[in-house]
């Protein structure tokens, strides 16, 4: 009990301090206050990251807070981004076991039903000798998307924090997006009668992150890295779903990714572990990098039941 | 393909008199003039066929897609798509039969050319038609002239596409001109809204030197300048597959490809639809078997042309067999559409490129029935062009429903793919009923100048 109260502590601070401009310490404030007497603590501790990536605990009044946690997207947001940030993530394969946690969090974060899934989980074997992995595959949000290129009506656009976005009140449902992306990470809404119903009981509230509407019929929608937890300084669903801790969430800017429990210098993670890209040959750049499913923290088990199997 | 000696003989065609005249009007103007029993059933059936096309898009738009329709995620583009591609190929026809011809002098094009002009704007309509039954959100169509981006092929293609229409629609239209004036004076009993049509739409056309001379100018510079606009619609329908990063699309191959198989498929066309209003118009006289015969040939040399360029798209591939190529190309030679890729290959190129070259094979009837295998065979081309390659994306589709893992076009879809392709035929003969499909003065003016080709031939 009281180790998952720490848990959960922990990781609601790493939501905090990491994502969004959650938390900003003061330094130099922080260092007077902590060396001297402080005339109003709060009593409320604190952890946070110092820039030798050490944790500490301090008091929470040490602590200004920015970008408050109600926040909401403005319209300019949506286009063009938050500033400041850009969005990165890593997938540890030695760490997934095919829970589908990442799908489901992901189905609940943006209301859909299977078999609509914006995060995928394969069973790939790259060669007859190698052993099979379990891939999970978002959207890789590009930086040299195929699928922006094409948009005739820029419905799905860059941002400037690394994201690719799909405006659904503009797209045209032509599809060619769909056809351009190499990894067939898009999903087009067709209206289908459960999830139209579904949607109806479920309308968007303001507890679901999504800047783009997934439930609008006819057009295209696709994971969006949840950049409405993002500006509240919160981990996308996958994230913070995964028993595992296999995806890591973070910022290239700040040199740090998280999975809600442990969080990594960036370069230090992808040149340690030897991360990668999927098809770097296809010269997309993404955005999402693999560690290889080196050191398994499970044996490799085969799915034993077939999902979505439901028309 | 001209048989120079033709003109060395003499001829009693070298010029003719005004009775032969007249009845070569009488008999180019009797379609207009007079619409019996089956042409009436012909328009009738082709208009229920539309009709339930429009039913067909009422249930796909106020229904849900995913029941109506059978593309999925990863199908996304089905036999909307397919057909689209079609109808751009066959708007080719247009280029290849009338403008081609025209300023190469072969002189056999006279009687063809408005058949296949009409063929291309219809064409060309419908496919814009598929186009939008293939949108999720028509209702948005107006967003490409509000928030059009020049960067996307589609912007591209919507450009040529608009240009040729409008160019092919002005290089029917001018040549009607003294035709619509043939039809004012020698029509009659026909309603008072029509010689109205007829008397506005020939813009006080009077046949004096002047005229002609800016009739022919206005021709000769549209024909000249819808060929290239021709080869672009096609090649820029190509760029919509070949500027994505898919395997089965990837390819510098692609706008030549497309182009090749536009003509093979223009020639096609051209000889079914000779041969039907041929037959159905009693025009023997004008669409001969000289015709069939040179476009027999025409459709062997565009049949080589075409495996030319199949060969470079798929076994220099094949030979290869890279591990992004090769989901898709088993697929296509050993795999579950082999079937229908084979197929294709013998109807659609060994059918054209052989049998034509035996003479008895290029009379009107034989050949008829080869143009109409390699009409099906070209739509069917359309179809693996597009989506085998869609179900085998480069990373592997798992975990989800049969119907999105296979793709076969619901009944609505086929439904409004044979509404257009009635509305096509319905265009072109309703053409033909208010307008002479073979132009008089074209033809006129072929035999006037002594080149008697047409005429002659045996």
Redesign the interface.
């Known amino acids: 009990m009281k180790n998952e109260q720490e848990d959960s502590n922990r990781r609601k601070f790493l939501k905090f301090g990491l994502l969004a401009g959650g938390a900003t310490i003061a330094g130099l404030a922080l260092q007077q206050k902590l060396l001297g007497d402080s005339p109003d603590t709060s009593g409320k501790k604190v952890k946070v990251l110092t820039a030798e990536g050490k944790l500490m605990d301090v008091d929470s009044s040490l602590v200004t807070h920015h970008a408050a946690e109600e926040a909401e997207l403005t319209e300019s947001q949506i286009r063009e981004g938050i500033a400041g940030r850009k969005f990165v993530m890593v997938i540890d394969l030695a760490r997934c076991a095919n829970e589908r946690k990442c799908v489901e969090g992901c189905q609940k974060m943006h209301n859909t039903l299977p078999?609509?899934?914006y995060i995928?989980?394969?069973?790939?074997q790259d060669a007859e000798l190698t052993a099979p992995y379990w891939f999970p595959?978002p959207c890789y949000h590009c930086d040299n998307p195929?699928c922006t290129?094409?948009?005739?009506?820029?419905?799905t656009f860059k941002r400037s924090d690394g994201i690719v976005a799909v405006e659904s009140d503009?797209?045209?449902?032509?599809?060619?997006c769909?056809?351009?992306c190499?990894?067939?990470a898009?999903?087009?809404?067709?209206?289908?009668?459960e999830?139209?119903e579904f949607n109806e009981k479920h309308p968007m509230g303001d507890d679901n992150c999504c800047s783009t509407k997934s439930s609008t019929?006819?057009?295209?929608s696709k994971c969006d890295f949840c950049p409405g937890s993002a500006v509240k300084g919160e981990l996308p669903a996958c994230v913070t779903e995964c028993p595992n801790g296999t995806i890591f969430f973070g910022d290239e800017n700040e040199d740090t990714v998280s999975n809600g429990e442990e969080t990594f210098r960036l370069k230090e993670l992808l040149t340690s572990r030897a991360g990668y890209r999927?098809?770097e040959e296809?010269g997309?750049k993404p955005r999402v990098y693999y560690l290889p499913p080196v050191k398994r923290q499970f044996p490799f088990e085969e799915a034993k039941e077939?999902?979505?199997?439901?028309? | 393909m001209s048989e120079h000696k033709i003109n060395t003989e003499p001829t009693t065609y070298e010029t003719f008199t005004q009775e032969e005249y007249m009845v070569m009007k009488d008999e180019l103007l009797r379609p207009v003039q007079h619409i019996g029993k089956w042409g009436k059933v012909w328009i009738g059936f082709l208009v229920a066929v539309c009709m339930c096309g429009i039913y067909a898009y009422y249930i796909q738009e106020t229904k849900s897609k995913y029941v109506t329709v059978a593309l999925r995620d990863y199908t996304m583009w089905g036999v909307y798509i397919s057909n689209f591609v079609f109808f751009v190929a066959l708007s080719l026809i247009g280029v290849l039969m009338s403008a081609v011809l025209k300023l190469t002098n072969f002189e056999w094009y006279r009687p063809l050319s408005r058949i296949a002009e009409v063929i291309a704007v219809a064409a060309i309509m419908l496919a814009g038609v598929s186009i939008v039954a293939a949108m999720g959100r028509p209702d948005r169509l107006h967003f490409l002239f509000l928030h059009g981006r020049i960067q996307s092929p589609i912007v591209w293609d919507i450009i040529v596409i608009m240009t040729y229409i409008a160019t092919s629609m002005i290089l029917l239209f001018i040549p009607l001109i003294p035709s619509l004036s043939t039809c004012k004076n020698h029509l009659h009993n026909k309603p008072k809204w029509q010689m109205k049509m007829y008397a506005w739409m020939s813009f006080g056309w009077e046949g004096t030197a002047e005229q002609w001379k800016i009739l022919k100018r206005s021709i000769g510079i549209l024909t000249i300048m819808v060929i290239p606009l021709g080869v672009s619609i096609h090649t820029v329908t190509a760029w919509l597959f070949a500027t994505t990063l898919r395997a089965e699309w990837d390819s510098t191959n692609f706008g030549a490809y497309f182009v090749s198989g536009a003509f093979l498929l223009g020639v096609a066309g051209m000889i079914v639809a000779v041969f039907v209003i041929r037959k159905s118009y009693n025009l023997e006289n004008y669409l001969t078997p000289m015709h069939f015969d040179k476009l027999g040939r025409a459709l062997v040399l565009m049949s080589f042309i075409y495996i030319y360029f199949n060969i470079n798209e798929y076994l220099v591939p094949a030979y290869k067999m890279s591990g992004l190529h090769a989901n898709h190309l088993l697929d296509l030679f050993t795999g579950e559409d082999s079937t229908l890729y084979w197929s294709v290959v013998f109807f659609g190129m060994f059918v054209p490129a052989i049998f034509p070259l035996f003479k008895p094979m290029r009379k009107p009837l034989p050949l008829t029935i080869i143009a109409v295998v390699v009409v099906i065979a070209a739509w069917f081309k359309r179809y693996l062009i597009v989506i085998p390659g869609l179900s085998h994306p480069y990373l592997p589709i798992q975990d989800v429903p049969d119907s999105w893992r296979h793709y076969s076009p619901s009944l609505v879809e086929m439904t409004i793919v044979a509404a257009t392709f009635a509305a096509m035929m319905l265009i072109v003969t309703l053409f033909s009923r208010f307008f002479p499909i073979i132009s008089v003065w074209e033809v006129a003016e072929g035999k006037l100048e002594g080149k008697d080709e047409i005429i002659n031939y045996k």
Do not use: W
């Open positions: 078999p609509i899934e995928k989980v394969k069973r790939m595959q195929p290129k094409v948009c005739p009506v820029d419905a503009r797209c045209i449902g032509c599809k060619f769909m056809a351009a190499p990894y067939s898009r999903s087009f809404n067709f209206g289908r009668p999830q139209v019929v006819g057009t295209v999927q098809f296809l997309t077939v999902h979505n199997k439901e028309e």
